[in-house]
């Protein structure tokens, strides 16, 4: 609702030190904890991303190379950056995985070892093209303490409604990307499957304390399930917003307020 006419960047050298690391962990509950105890301490890591199995095996099925730990069950990614060595903070956070049980540790020190290392996370929309005849990707948010009770949640929504499911995501912030896919089902199945398994999982995570959706926003995808989130004063409160700063209704017409 608003309009940019005038935008003032500061730009900021890159730091000229990165370090990134893979860890695999024997549960999703030791990767939660490691993240929880790693910004508890100040460490601020410019990325915390997590991979449960099953996007991992989508991920190998897509690359087609066997990635690192594959029998890790989770696998967390961790990028750290700063100007001078004591500053990346590695050490200290290897200290945190092990004490949380960490299967093992990968360090990528060059741009080829650090390419190499994201790429199973990087590719998994592509691989979910590729392979996924019909999926639908959700981007809902918990603490990030509660991901673990999300991740079961999931899977109990896949099993119920007869569908597969993988997640992966911003493990810093609580920011769980899910994939839903049709696999097997006929057309027809899939169509009122689909919204049920939505509603299913949306309501899981606002019990849980979070959100529908984190960094893409409702837009029409999320349009229908905004009440669920929103009660209606909330709804109504947005709607007179629209009309204060937008009162001929063009900015965006039609997209979640008529």
Same mark, same amino acid.
């Given at each position: 609702m608003a309009i940019v006419t005038r935008i003032i960047l500061r730009l900021i050298p890159l730091p000229e030190l990165r370090r990134?690391?893979?860890v695999p962990f024997p549960s999703i509950d030791r990767a939660a904890r490691t993240v929880s105890e790693i910004i508890r301490t100040r460490i601020v #890591? &410019? @990325?915390?991303?997590f991979m449960e199995r099953k996007s991992?095996?989508?991920? %190998?099925?897509?690359?087609?190379?066997?990635?690192?730990?594959?029998?890790?069950?989770?696998?967390?990614?961790?990028?750290?950056?700063?100007?001078?060595?004591?500053?990346?903070?590695?050490?200290?956070?290897?200290?945190?995985?092990?004490?949380?049980?960490?299967?093992?540790?990968?360090?990528?020190?060059? #741009? &080829? @070892?650090r390419d190499r290392m994201w790429e199973g996370r990087k590719c998994l929309f %592509?691989?979910?093209?590729?392979?996924?005849?019909l999926y639908k990707s959700l981007d809902v948010v918990v603490p990030r303490s509660l991901i673990p009770t999300l991740?079961?949640?999931?899977?109990q929504v896949?099993?119920?409604?007869?569908?597969?499911?993988?997640?992966?995501?911003?493990?810093?912030?609580?920011?769980?990307?899910?994939?839903?896919?049709?696999?097997e089902l006929p057309d027809d199945e899939w169509e009122r499957v689909i919204d049920r398994a939505q509603r299913d999982l949306y309501k899981a995570t606002i019990d849980l304390g979070g959100k529908i959706t984190a960094e893409h926003g409702i837009g029409l995808l999320r349009k229908p399930f905004l009440s669920m989130n929103l009660d209606p004063c909330q709804i109504e409160l947005l709607k007179e917003l629209k009309k204060t700063f937008d009162p001929k209704n063009i900015l965006n017409p039609g997209k979640i307020f008529d």
């Open positions: 990134d690391l893979l #890591p &410019t @990325a915390i991303e991992f095996e989508l991920a %190998e099925n897509f690359t087609k190379r066997k990635l690192a730990f594959r029998d890790g069950a989770p696998h967390l990614l961790i990028t750290l950056d700063g100007n001078r060595q004591e500053a990346l903070d590695k050490d200290r956070v290897g200290e945190i995985c092990e004490k949380n049980n960490v299967l093992d540790i990968l360090i990528a020190n060059s #741009p &080829t @070892a %592509e691989a979910a093209d590729h392979f996924g005849s991740i079961r949640e999931i899977d896949s099993e119920r409604h007869r569908i597969s499911a993988m997640s992966f995501g911003h493990a810093g912030d609580g920011n769980v990307h899910v994939l839903l896919f049709k696999g």
